[in-house]
C-alpha cells in the first residue's frame, strides 16, 4: 500500500512538472508572437512616418526632429499629425515674426524651380482626377478628402475656429484657371485654401466642359470679330425691329 501511494506521488509530482514546462514554453511563445508583433508594427510606424514626412511641406530640419522624436516606437496615426501639424505652426509663426524666411517651402526641380504650393496644388488636381505632370512635379499623391486637403494648406484639423484664411504655403503664380483675374505672366497670389480649390474646381469644369459634344459647330460659322467699325454682316438692333419673316409651315399645337 505504501509503495502505491509512492509511485502515485511521483506521478503527480512528474505530470506537474511537465504541465509547468509546458506552461513555460506556451508563455515564451506568446512573449515571442509579442515581440514579431511588436517589430512589425514599429516597422509600419516608420513607414507611415518617412511617407507623411515626404508628403509634408516642412524643411528638412523639421522633418528630422519630428523623425528623432517618433521613430523607433509605435505611436498613433493622430500623434504624427499632431507633430506634423505643430511644427507647421511653429515656422509660420517664427515666419511672421521674421526669425526665419521661406520656410523651406521652395525645393529645386529638373531645371526649374518647383515650390510647395505647387505641389499641393497638384495634389487638389489630382483630387479631382485631373492630369498630373509628373516629368515637373514628380509623384503626387492626391488628397483623399476636402478635410485632409484644408488641414495640409491651414495646418489646422479641428476646424474649432470656423474655416481659416491663413496658409503655411506662401505664394504662388497665378494660373490660367485661378478664380480671380490675371494681369500679367508675373502675377502671384496667396495659396489659400479656396484659391486652391477654386483653381482645380475652375479645372475640372472646363475638362468637362471640353469633353461635351461641340453640336454647335455643326451651323455656327466661327470668325473673328474685329473691331465695330470693321463688323461685317452683324446688325445689332433692338427685338422689336428685326424682320418678319413669314412661316414656311404651321407651327403643330
Known amino acids: 500500500m505504501v509503495e502505491t501511494t509512492s509511485t502515485e506521488v511521483s506521478q503527480q509530482i512528474e505530470v506537474s512538472g511537465r504541465l509547468q514546462e509546458q506552461q513555460q514554453q506556451i508563455a515564451e511563445q506568446r512573449q515571442e508572437v ?5 517589430e512589425v508594427g514599429i516597422q509600419k510606424a516608420g513607414l507611415l512616418l518617412e511617407r ?14 519630428v523623425r528623432q522624436r517618433l521613430q523607433g516606437r509605435l505611436f498613433e496615426e493622430q500623434e504624427l499629425e ?4 505643430s511644427a507647421q505652426a511653429l515656422l509660420a509663426q517664427l515666419s511672421r515674426d521674421g ?13 526649374s ?4 504650393a505647387e505641389k499641393v496644388q497638384a495634389a487638389f488636381d489630382a ?3 485631373l492630369d498630373i505632370d509628373t516629368s515637373k512635379l514628380g509623384n503626387i499623391r492626391g488628397f483623399v478628402s476636402i478635410h485632409e ?9 479641428s476646424l474649432r475656429a470656423g474655416i481659416s484664411n491663413s496658409s503655411h504655403l506662401g505664394a504662388i503664380q497665378v494660373a490660367e484657371s485661378a478664380p480671380i483675374g490675371r494681369i500679367n505672366e508675373a502675377d502671384t497670389t496667396t495659396a489659400s485654401f479656396s484659391y486652391l480649390l477654386g483653381t482645380s474646381m475652375n479645372k475640372r469644369l472646363l475638362k468637362d466642359y471640353q469633353a461635351w459634344p461641340a453640336e454647335w459647330q455643326k451651323f455656327v460659322t466661327i470668325a473673328p470679330f474685329g473691331t465695330s467699325s470693321s463688323r461685317r454682316g452683324c446688325a445689332w438692333e433692338p427685338l422689336a425691329a428685326c424682320r418678319s419673316w413669314p412661316k414656311i409651315r404651321p407651327i403643330a399645337q
Do not use: H
Open 113 to 116: 524651380m518647383v515650390t510647395e
Open 149 to 157: 486637403a484644408y488641414s495640409r494648406v491651414t495646418g489646422d484639423s
Open 99 to 111: 526669425l526665419i524666411r521661406g520656410n523651406g517651402y521652395e525645393k529645386a526641380s529638373i531645371g
Open 82 to 85: 499632431n507633430e506634423i501639424n
Open 127 to 129: 483630387m479631382f482626377d
Open 34 to 38: 509579442e515581440r514579431l508583433l511588436g
Open 52 to 65: 507623411r514626412l515626404q508628403e509634408s511641406i516642412l524643411p528638412e530640419a523639421a522633418r528630422a526632429q
